[in-house]
């Protein structure tokens, strides 16, 4: 069948069609420009933090780090590793947080026992208790995309807020300390 055998109002219709999927595609990507890319959402939030248990990176002693351990207070949980530049870039402010009082608490991830050492020895250690996810399995279930991330949670044991990647001065000032004054920690 021809197109020109086609009555003129069907044919203006197929004509249409192109027009209307461009238009579809601006609005897609006009919404889609509109989204801050470093907000990923997490099934978690408001939610208790996954059940879990993690020896101490070997050779440091320590308790290790559970589930227990995070409630009863507001604190944070950060996932890092030493083989991590962006870790590595906000472990200052971590530091900075561990001084002004907040409770941090740390996942070891996928990492050598002798490397997290050694980074923990070079840059400062701002976790009250660390624990080693040598095979990533407690941080698949705390829906960690890659490393750094840093969680909020509330005393009940809730996860209130993730953050995905390198905490920035911002996130602090904007986010982390005021939610953790709001959280009552």
Not at 41 to 68: K, T
Not at 98 to 127: C, H, M, S
Request: charged content about 20%.
């Amino acid at each position: 069948m021809e197109l020109l055998s086609l009555p003129m109002t069907f044919r203006r219709l197929l004509y249409l069609i192109p027009v209307l999927v461009f238009v579809g595609v601006g609005v897609g990507l006009a919404v889609g420009l509109t989204r801050d890319p470093s907000v990923l959402p997490s099934a978690l939030l408001d939610r208790p933090v996954p059940a879990f248990e993690l020896p101490p990176i070997e050779g440091r002693g320590g308790d290790g780090l559970s589930s227990r351990d995070l409630a009863g207070r507001v604190a944070l949980l950060n996932v890092f590793a030493s083989w991590c530049v962006p870790c590595r870039a906000e472990h200052p402010l971590l530091m900075a947080l561990a001084e002004r009082g907040v409770a941090i608490y740390g996942i070891n991830y996928k990492d050598q026992p002798k490397q997290a050492t050694a980074w923990l020895e070079e840059l400062g250690d701002p976790f009250r208790k660390i624990g080693a996810d040598r095979d990533g399995r407690v941080s698949i279930d705390w829906g960690v995309y890659g490393v750094p991330e840093t969680f909020v949670i509330d005393a009940e044991g809730r996860i209130r807020h993730k953050f995905v990647g390198p905490l920035q001065p911002r996130d602090l000032e904007q986010v982390v300390l005021p939610m953790v004054a709001e959280l009552g920690g």
